[in-house]
């Protein structure tokens, strides 16, 4: 009984929505208001400026602990003293700057930070996102978004969560890189099933005859249910497996690492894990391997004085708020094959 209730509590707490998830979610809720009209002034007529202005009103409302947490953490002022008013009056009219490049489609990512102040300002229920929380459709949207819909209709391009390697598959509920559990056709024989052959001309089966095909479907049935079960547990403790068992992760060198959010690494950062950034976010460390088709594709950063080049979008791991920029022609001819460029 005890292995059965840890395996149980395993599996609840491997389906707690991941922020990835969660920021699909609050980005539906946002868009819905958009499309109705109900959004907060400052959410309307999207500036720096007037963003700022909008979370100084909403700070005259009831302001929750969790709540005054998230604009303590956005505006990076810890001082439990004082209150979120004055801390987003002497808050930096700038740092409001990527959440509003990100609402207006100019950066397809941005920091978690100004995911959860978005979700402050537009009441979203399931606010903030926790490790083992489960946060469903219902709990962020009214009116019937579904979590995994990111299509057009849905008034949210999938770019805007950096699923360009592996789209999910039309019609599909799955996440990229999920395992692929396979279905299993069944056809269960059915008295109308005899009538509708009757009636085109081909000879009924026999009531025993029945009965056996009855058995043997049931039969059928039931093992397909274990089979789906066995694939659909499998594939969930190799896709933990594959993500670790951390619900964080840290960059290492030139990749992200999978990580225990309690666990300290000295000097490095570690933040909420992001199983689109985990499997394809990456430096290249061969700059000279590119070509001009990365164009659209590839992103650099200049730090230091010095090119640094990346297969994803957002932000730069290393380095807080400074985004990367898609590379271009010109990046190639002067950074990466100068001497192609010359002779040309």
């Known amino acids: 009984m005890r292995v059965q209730f840890r395996l149980f509590s395993s599996i609840l707490s491997f389906m707690a929505t991941v922020f990835i998830d969660y920021q699909r979610l609050v980005m539906q809720a946002y868009e819905q208001q958009k499309e109705n009209n109900t959004l907060p002034h400052g959410l309307m007529h999207l500036t720096p400026a007037k963003l700022k202005e909008e979370c100084m009103k909403k700070c005259t409302t009831d302001v929750s602990r969790k709540d005054e947490k998230v604009i303590r953490d956005f505006c990076g002022d810890l001082n ?51 490790m083992r929380k489960t946060i469903t459709g219902d709990d962020g949207i009214k009116e019937g978004v579904v979590l995994n819909d990111t299509s057009a209709a849905a008034g949210i391009p999938a770019a805007r969560f950096g699923f360009l390697a592996m789209p999910p598959a039309t019609g599909s509920n799955t996440h990229p890189g999920d395992p692929v559990i396979p279905e299993i056709p069944i056809h269960l024989s059915s008295t109308d099933d005899a009538g509708d052959k009757e009636n085109e001309g081909i000879k009924t089966v026999e009531p025993s005859h029945q009965k056996q095909i009855g058995r ?53 950062t570690v933040i909420a894990l992001d199983a689109e950034k985990l499997k394809h976010f990456r430096k290249i460390t061969r700059p000279d391997t590119i070509t001009y088709d990365a164009v659209g594709k590839v992103w650099y950063a200049k730090i230091k004085g010095k090119m640094e080049y990346y297969t994803w979008a957002g932000e730069h791991p290393e380095v807080s708020g400074y985004q990367l920029k898609k590379i271009t022609p010109y990046i190639i001819d002067v950074h990466i094959h100068p001497t192609v460029s010359t002779k040309q």
Request: glycine share 8%; charged share 25%; with cysteine.
């Open 80 to 130: 439990d003293s004082k209150s979120c008013q004055v801390i987003l009056q002497r808050c930096d009219t700038d740092k409001f700057r990527p959440l509003v490049n990100y609402l207006k489609g100019k950066s397809v990512s941005t920091d978690e930070k100004n995911i959860e102040l978005l979700a402050w300002l537009i009441d979203f229920p399931g606010r903030p996102w926790e």
């Open 216 to 268: 043997k479907s049931t039969k059928i049935l039931a093992a397909a249910v274990m089979v789906s079960l066995v694939l659909g547990t499998g594939g969930m403790w190799w896709w933990r497996d594959k993500l670790g068992s951390g619900g964080c992760m840290y960059w290492h060198e030139d990749h992200y690492e999978p990580v225990a959010c309690d666990q300290k690494i000295p000097y490095t």
